[in-house]
């Protein structure tokens, strides 16, 4: 999904440089949901269950467009 993919560059540029080893770690196992359920949880359709993702979520989401 594109939008999703848009999201995943802009963490890529922003945060994967500063990130921890631990949040890295988090990202890829992001990298590893279905898309169906990224969307909901990104578009606030559906709460994340694990708080390291959801965390995840709300730091990629507040990145600069």
Do not use: N, T
């Not at 990202?27 to 969307?39: G, I, K, P, V």
């Amino acid at each position: 999904m594109r939008e999703l993919d848009q999201l995943f560059e802009r963490w890529l540029a922003h945060g994967w440089p500063a990130a921890s080893e631990a949040e890295r770690g988090v990202f890829l196992r992001l990298l590893d949901c279905e898309d169906d359920r990224l969307w909901r949880w990104f578009m606030g359709y559906e709460a994340c269950p694990d708080a390291a993702l959801s965390g995840l979520i709300a730091r990629i989401r507040a990145l600069p467009a």
